[in-house]
């Protein structure tokens, strides 16, 4: 079992930055990536991007790409987010995957219970 407890969701306003973490604890050897989704109201889960747990590659979505960087230390996974949009608006979560092939945006097997970002006008 992985466990994933997500902190530093809040209010920002458009152009302003945040910095999401992901903290991952249990068997933490068993983790091959951990990825980072979103979800909007009304609107399906969304990949966002991922890191793999060695070696530190970093995979993004379009829609976020060059905004947004995920990085690693230790246990922690940070997603931080520059020039923020309010269609950043969602619930952020972070999932932990197992399997070792590279189509980072499906295949997770634990998550964490998500945090709130809105993103202001």
């Known amino acids: 079992q992985v466990q994933l407890v997500e902190f530093g969701g809040g209010l920002v306003q458009a152009g302003g930055s945040l910095r999401l973490s992901c903290a991952a604890s249990g068997r933490t050897f068993s983790i091959s990536a951990i990825g980072w989704f979103r979800q909007a109201p009304g609107k399906e889960r969304e990949f966002v991007g991922a890191i793999r747990w060695t070696g530190g590659d970093t995979y993004y979505a379009e829609s976020v790409k060059g905004r947004f960087t995920i990085s690693r230390d230790n246990y922690r996974v940070y997603l931080q987010m520059n020039s923020l949009k309010p269609e950043d608006t969602a619930i952020y979560y972070c999932?932990?995957?197992?399997?070792?092939?590279?189509?980072?945006?499906?295949?997770?097997?634990?998550w964490g219970q998500g945090t709130q970002v809105t993103v202001s006008s």
């Open positions: 999932a932990a995957r197992m399997r070792y092939d590279r189509d980072y945006a499906s295949g997770y097997s634990y």
